[in-house]
């Protein structure tokens, strides 16, 4: 497995790899691999003739305090991707991916006034922001302003900024996101069919633990007992699930029956619960089509997601 923390070397390492005729998948992370990460390796294994994954805790998509917390161990990580016999890990610092911010605070000024660089249904590439990011990914209002990302919308700019270098560096035939992050694999597969019309974005269903809970990297920060509170949002979304299933359409009823649940949890401070039409990603008075049911919370200041996809 080549550990490559360069873009040039990683240019030439695709070259080389494309020169053999060797169609490779993507598996873009922020690190802190686990279970869930190897399924979408698995995933890029079987179809493709070479895996690259990417670890890059990338400043865009989080405030600091949530950036210093992320739980990140390079060693750790490397041995999970080599259980999938993975061919190149792209490692790069900061400074390769961002070569003109001289400081991460940078990073989170551009937050202010983001609604004025975007447009209503397509991308805007800016050249180099006022911070000095080159090549920042505007998602469009339509993707963006729906979920969680009426809270935070920049972190979208961020994941998709940070996947149209990658994909400029590394040009996989496909690559692979997961469904737990609905959110971004939508627009990453607009953005996809917008710059990249050779990748085809694949997107892969959430794994859970054995105790139903979805892995993610930040479940290494929380205690037993959080763990235990962290299910009774799963439970929420899979009675909100029950009601659906069992005829109520009334999309207010589910919601409302959803967030009984989760506020009746006092170590939980909700972030963002809602329930959209997955097609659309946007809240539907009555539920006649498939459906997303999506919760973020924190839990003892640790940010933690779940969504729950209903096809009917
Ligand atoms: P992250 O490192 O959290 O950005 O995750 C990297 C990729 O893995 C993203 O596309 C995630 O949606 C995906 N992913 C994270 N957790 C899971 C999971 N439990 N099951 C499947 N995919 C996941």
Redesign the pocket.
């Known amino acids: 497995m080549k550990i490559i923390e360069s873009v040039s070397q990683a240019s030439v390492y695709v070259a080389d790899m494309r020169a053999s005729g060797k169609k490779i998948g993507f598996?873009?992370?922020?690190?802190?691999?686990?279970?869930?990460?190897q399924?979408?390796m698995q995933r890029a294994r079987e179809e493709n003739d070479a895996i690259i994954i990417s670890i890059f805790l990338n400043p865009m998509?989080f405030r600091k305090p949530q950036f210093l917390k992320y739980p990140s161990d390079f060693e750790q990580d490397m041995r999970v991707a080599e259980e999938i016999n993975v061919d190149m890990i792209f490692h790069p610092p900061v400074a390769e991916m961002f070569q003109h911010v001289a400081h991460i605070d940078n990073f989170f000024k551009f937050q202010t006034a983001e609604a004025a660089h975007r447009q209503d249904e397509h991308f805007v590439i800016e050249q180099q922001d006022e911070n000095g990011i080159d090549n920042l990914v505007r998602v469009p209002s339509n993707l963006v302003y729906q979920l969680d990302g009426k809270i935070h919308p920049w972190t979208f700019d961020g994941?998709a900024t940070i996947v149209y270098k990658l994909f400029n560096i590394l040009q996989p035939e496909s690559a692979?996101?997961?469904?737990?992050?609905i959110q971004?694999?939508a627009i990453l597969t607009k953005m996809a069919e917008t710059y990249f019309p050779a990748i085809k974005v694949i997107g892969?269903?959430?794994?859970?633990d054995a105790d139903n809970l979805?892995?993610?990297?930040r479940n290494v920060l929380l205690s037993d007992e959080q763990r235990r509170t962290a299910l009774s949002v799963y439970h929420a979304l899979k009675h909100g699930e029950h009601l659906i299933r069992t005829g109520e359409s009334d999309a207010a009823i589910v919601l409302n029956a959803i967030k009984a649940i989760i506020a009746a949890q006092p170590l939980i401070k909700i972030d963002y619960i809602d329930i959209v039409d997955k097609r659309l990603l946007k809240y539907a008075k009555k539920i006649s089509d498939d459906m997303i049911l999506y919760a973020a919370f924190f839990l003892n200041g640790i940010r933690l997601t779940d969504t729950l996809i209903v096809e009917l």
Do not use: N
């Open positions: 598996v873009p992370t922020l690190g802190g691999l686990h279970k869930g990460h399924l979408l998509q994941a692979y996101f997961g469904e737990k992050d971004q694999l892969v269903p959430t794994l859970r979805a892995f993610s990297s």
